[in-house]
């Protein structure tokens, strides 16, 4: 019997004002089953950092890809998510029959696709994709905080918090932000110039 290969797909960090969006594309193996999969969103950080190796170490195949913030404010945050999960598909070490994308939309990849709500607390490979791009995501974000202290970004990850909002007032736009997000576009418009 022959596996059909079904790759799951998802993305973390559409809605923040700082940083790239991820997306991971993984091709979980049958058998090798991984306990404790659930949407990114409904775990702890300390139980996505223990499922992550788990997920890279067991998948057939999975890959993390971005859409960097140039390509977020010049295609807007929904196609730079798609290109980033094209991205992602494409790198894959092993080509899927069929991948399956949480949410609304689907990447154009030449793979026959599905798009489902809410998937990543429904289908097991989706999961460990959101899994995945969350970890991968603030990882890279913890090292944007080395660059941009003043932000705050190791606690909010870019996200649009008070204290984000506060060292946006405080110190202008970074090169890292997405200029079309509204909050960073009025900001932008209240200081002259990039912060350092």
Known sequence: MSLVLICGVDEAGRGPLAGPVSAAAVI???MRPIEGLADSKKLSAKQRDRLAPIIRERSLAWAVAWAEVEEIDRLNILQATLLAMRRAVQALAIRPREVLVDGLYCPDT????QAVVKGDSKVAAISA?????KTARDE????????YPQYGFDAHKGYPTAAHLAALREHGVSAVHRKTFKPVRQFAANHSGEAP
């Open 110 to 113: 030449g793979i026959p696709s």
């Open 140 to 147: 890279l974000m913890l090292t944007l905080h080395q660059r």
């Open 129 to 133: 994709a959101s899994i995945l791009a």
């Open 28 to 30: 979980l193996d049958p």
